[in-house]
C-alpha cells in the first residue's frame, strides 16, 4: 500500500508546501524509515492563517446554521468515502492496525454529522420579567480558536475540536502532530472539497513551540484547545495566561479499573485485554491499573496472561495483526524503562515485558504486550501514564480500599469498573474522582456525551452540547 498524500498547510484557502520551508521526516514506526518529507510552517505562514481566520470569522458566524450544517454534512460523506484511503494514511503513519484506523475515521465522520444538527438546536434563554420589558441569555461564537493535538488519534481528536468548533460559528487555525501529518492533511482536504469557505479551517504544520507561541500570543486567537500530556499543557496554559485566552485541556490520565469478584470473569477478560492492547496502549483511557477482588485475582492474572499471548503483534496493514507498533522512538524507550523499574521493585511479569522481540526485525518501534502482577505503589508505573501496552495489576480486599487506590493519583479522566451490583456500580459513579466513569463498559468516548478529565488531566469537556459550548461566551441581553 502506497503513502498517497500530499502534504502541504492550507492557509486561506490555498494549498502549500515547499519554497524553502525547512523539513521534518516522517516516519513508518514499523521500519523507523522516512516515508515524507513534512514542510515546517514559517512565521510568515502564521501570520497570514492569523490574519485569514480573522477576516473569515464574521461571515462564517453570520452564516444561515443550515448552510453551515449542510458543509459539515458534506464533510462527514466524504471522510466516509475516503475511509479506506485516510484509514491506510493513517497507519503507515502512526502504526495502528488498519481497521483500528478506518473505524477513527468513521468515527471522526460522525462527530460532524452530529455538531451538523447540534449546531441548529442552540438555544438560548429568556429569563421571567415584568411585561414590556425583556432579558435575554445568548452564547455566541468565540471567534478564532488554535487547536494543538496528539498523534495517538490524529484524526479523530482533532475532528472532536474542529467539528464542534466550526459547528459553534468559530474559525479554526489547527496544528497537528508531526508524526501524522498526512492523515489530518487529508481531512482539510474533506473539508475544503465540501464547501467550507477560505480562512474558516487552516491547517499549519511544524514546530510546535514557534506555532504555539505565535498563535496563542497573537491578538486573534479567543481560545486554545489542547490534547496532550499533562506537562504541554501546563506550559501552553502559562502561555494563554499572558493573553488571556481561554483553554480547554485535554491532557494525560492513569485509568484504574476495578474488577470485583461478582463478574462474569470470561466475559470481562474478553472485554478487557483487547482494550488494553487497543492503539498499543497509547489511549488517554486506556484502561492501565488493574486492581482485582482477591478471591479471582490469581484466575484473572491467569485468564489475562493466557489472551496476552494470543495478541498478533505486527504491521498494522497485515490483516492478522491485532497491536501494532507504538508511534515513535521515545515511547517504546519510556516503557522499557517503566518495566524495568517495576520489575526491580517487585514486579512479576507474566507477558511480554521486552522491547520488540520476533516483532522488531525492522528496527521499528515495537514492545510487546505486557503484563505485570503485583506491582506496588512505589514503582513509577504505578504514577505516571505508561502510555503503552502495559496492563499493571494488584490484588484488593475492600471496596473502601480499592476507590482510595482509584482516587491516589492526581489524574482523574477515566475509571471503569466491572460488578455485577447495582448498588455498588452506583457508589462507583458517584465516589471516583474521573470525567468519565464506565461500568461493565468502555465505551465512554461518543459524539453526544462530554468528555474531559479533572485534577492533571485537565478540564474543559469535548463531546455533547458541552464541546459546542466551550467554543461560545455568553452574553446577557437585558431590554426595559
Ligand atoms: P509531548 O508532551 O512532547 O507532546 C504531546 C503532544 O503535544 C504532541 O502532539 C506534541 O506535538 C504536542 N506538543 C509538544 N510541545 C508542544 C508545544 N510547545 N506546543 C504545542 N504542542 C506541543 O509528548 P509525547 O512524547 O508526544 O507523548 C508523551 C506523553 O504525552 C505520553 O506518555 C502521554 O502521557 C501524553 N499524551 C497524551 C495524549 C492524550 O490523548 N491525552 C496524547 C499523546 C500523548
Known amino acids: 500500500m502506497s503513502y498517497d498524500t500530499d502534504l502541504q498547510h492550507f492557509i486561506d484557502g490555498a494549498w502549500r508546501s ?12 514499523v521500519t523507523a524509515g522516512g516515508i515524507a518529507d513534512l514542510p515546517n510552517a514559517t512565521r510568515a505562514d502564521l501570520d497570514e492563517a492569523l490574519a485569514a481566520s480573522e477576516r473569515a470569522w464574521p461571515e462564517w458566524k453570520a452564516m444561515d446554521v443550515d448552510k453551515r450544517a449542510t458543509i459539515l454534512r458534506k464533510a462527514a460523506q466524504l471522510l466516509r468515502e475516503r475511509a479506506d484511503h485516510i484509514g491506510a494514511i493513517l497507519t503507515q503513519e502512526q502504526g495502528k492496525p488498519l481497521p483500528e484506523a478506518k473505524a477513527e475515521v468513521m468515527g471522526s465522520a460522525q462527530l460532524f454529522d452530529w455538531y451538523a444538527e447540534e449546531a441548529k438546536r442552540d438555544y438560548g434563554r429568556t429569563l421571567v420579567r415584568p411585561a414590556g420589558q425583556l432579558s435575554r441569555v445568548i452564547r455566541q461564537p468565540v471567534g478564532p480558536v488554535a487547536t494543538f493535538t496528539p498523534w495517538n488519534f490524529p484524526v479523530y481528536l482533532l475532528a472532536k475540536k474542529l467539528a464542534a468548533a466550526l459547528a459553534a460559528g468559530c474559525t479554526v487555525i489547527s496544528r497537528p502532530p508531526q508524526e501524522t501529518p498526512g492523515c489530518v492533511t487529508e481531512m482539510f482536504r474533506a473539508l475544503a472539497d465540501a464547501g467550507l469557505p477560505r480562512g474558516v479551517a487552516q491547517l499549519v504544520h511544524g514546530e510546535a513551540d514557534l506555532i504555539s507561541r505565535t498563535l496563542i500570543g497573537s491578538r486573534q486567537i479567543r481560545k486554545v484547545s489542547f490534547t496532550g500530556s499533562t506537562a504541554v499543557g501546563k506550559h501552553l496554559m502559562r502561555l ?25 470473569l470470561d466475559k470481562t477478560l474478553d472485554m478487557v485485554v483487547p482494550q488494553k492492547f487497543r492503539n498499543a496502549g497509547q489511549v488517554c483511557v486506556s484502561p492501565t491499573r488493574f486492581y482485582v477482588q482477591e478471591s479471582i485475582y490469581d484466575a484473572f492474572l491467569k485468564g489475562f496472561a493466557e489472551r496476552t499471548a494470543k495478541v498478533k503483534v505486527g504491521d498494522g496493514l497485515d490483516a492478522d495483526t491485532k497491536m501494532g507498533p507504538l508511534a515513535n522512538d521515545r515511547r517504546p524507550e519510556a ?43 512505589e514503582a513509577s508505573i504505578m504514577n505516571e501514564e505508561p502510555f503503552g501496552p502495559v496492563a499493571v495489576t494488584r ?5 473502601d480500599e480499592v476507590i482510595g487506590e482509584a482516587n491516589r493519583l492526581p489524574f482523574g ?14 457508589l462507583i459513579g458517584d465516589l471516583v474522582e474521573s470525567g468519565m466513569v464506565g461500568i461493565n463498559s468502555f465505551a465512554i468516548s461518543v459524539a453526544d456525551a462530554p468528555f474531559g478529565g479533572v485534577k492533571d488531566s485537565g478540564f474543559g469537556s469535548e463531546g455533547g452540547k458541552e464541546g459546542m459550548e466551550s467554543y461560545q461566551v455568553v452574553k446577557a441581553i437585558h431590554q426595559a
Open 18 to 29: 515547499g519554497e524553502g520551508r525547512e523539513t521534518f521526516t516522517v516516519v513508518n514506526p
Open 395 to 399: 490484588s484488593f480486599a475492600t471496596f
Open 240 to 264: 494563554a495566561a499572558d493573553s488571556m485566552t481561554r483553554i480547554t485541556m485535554e491532557l494525560g490520565g492513569h485509568a484504574p479499573v476495578m474488577i470485583f469478584d461478582d463478574c462474569d
Open 335 to 377: 516503557i522499557e524503562k517503566l518495566v524495568g523499574d517495576a520489575r526491580a521493585k517487585g514486579a512479576r511479569v507474566l507477558a511480554g515485558g521486552e522491547r520488540g522481540g520476533a516483532f522488531d526485525k525492522n528496527g521499528g518501534f515495537f514492545f510487546q504486550p505486557t503484563l505485570l502482577a503485583d506491582v506496588p505503589n
Open 413 to 426: 479522566l477515566a475509571a471503569f469498573a466491572f460488578t455485577e451490583n447495582g448498588r455498588r456500580a452506583n
